[in-house]
């Protein structure tokens, strides 16, 4: 029997025949507002709440403040997920943001749940400290990277984004935790690669949709792959509500 980390979302775990196995580095791949984010922090949520296992949510892309305050309205108890901002200096436009060093905000912010860091540009190298320590600190089982969409807004040469994006692969892969890689996914492209790679590097991938469907649109959840473990193939409904993020997989979202 291999070890899981079940993922507490209704009806997914069925799916993966209990869940995600522990350890694993998991792509999150889906179009703009097709629900990652949302996913994420409610597998980090329940870990806390459910399984009595910490989490680590890093975000490239928005302030540590925001995320709490654009996921209040869904009620979970945050207060043990330590959510790490790291939004490079360039990419902030606002004026009065104060640039701080991870040292002078990990000193002032040793008794808060979150971290909002602004490095000079953003790598895994320079990363790697903070994320290795906030996991040691918090005993963290799991681990959400949000997004990878932040890389190439920062870096412009396809081979630079790749080292980086094996350096972050290896990291993941040996801090024990189960993880979570977000990536924006365009609609209407094939396959679920941004830098042709990020597919080969994850032991799981799973793929969230928000197809149009006549004038609507509906949104659907499909595991592409789960390495060494059975899981439906199926492309299923998923419904984000006020409790978040719920799976339905009965529902298919074609049918002959
Ligand atoms: N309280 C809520 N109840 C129902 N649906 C919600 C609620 N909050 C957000 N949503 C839906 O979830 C969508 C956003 O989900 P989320 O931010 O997780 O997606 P994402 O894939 O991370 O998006 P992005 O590409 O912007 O990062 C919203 O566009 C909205 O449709
Ligand atoms: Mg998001």
């Given at each position: 029997m291999i070890e899981r980390t079940p993922?507490?979302?209704?009806?997914?775990d069925e799916m993966l025949n209990g869940g995600i196995p522990k350890g694993y580095t998991v792509l999150i791949a889906g179009g703009p507002g097709s629900g990652k984010s949302t996913f994420a922090m409610q597998v980090l949520a329940n870990g806390v709440s459910k399984y009595g296992e910490n989490g680590v949510y890093i975000s490239l892309e928005e302030r540590a403040t925001d995320i709490i305050k654009n996921f209040s309205p869904f009620g979970?108890?945050?207060?043990?997920i330590k959510i790490i901002s790291m939004i490079p200096q360039k990419a902030s436009l606002a004026k009065d943001v104060k640039y701080l060093s991870p040292e002078e905000v990990s000193g002032k912010a040793e008794e808060k749940n979150y971290l909002e860091l602004n490095p000079k540009r953003f790598s895994v190298d320079t990363a790697k400290d903070v994320i290795i320590k906030e996991v040691a600190k918090t005993n963290a089982k799991r681990l959400v990277i949000d997004s990878l969409a932040g890389f190439s807004m920062q870096i412009n040469d396809p081979f630079e984004i790749r080292q980086e994006i094996l350096g972050l692969s290896n990291l993941l892969n040996n801090l024990g935790c189960t993880s979570f890689l977000l990536t924006e996914m365009p609609e209407g492209q094939k396959g679920v690669s941004r830098y042709g790679m990020e597919e080969f590097i994850c032991q799981g991938v799973i793929a969230l949709y928000n197809i149009r469907k006549g004038s609507e649109r509906v949104r659907g959840l499909e595991i592409l792959k789960m390495r060494g473990t059975k899981h439906s193939q199926k492309i299923v409904m998923l419904e984000i509500g006020p409790k978040g993020v719920v799976v339905y997989p009965d529902e298919e979202l074609y049918r002959e």
């Open positions: 993922t507490g979302i209704p009806g997914l979970w108890d945050l207060s043990k």
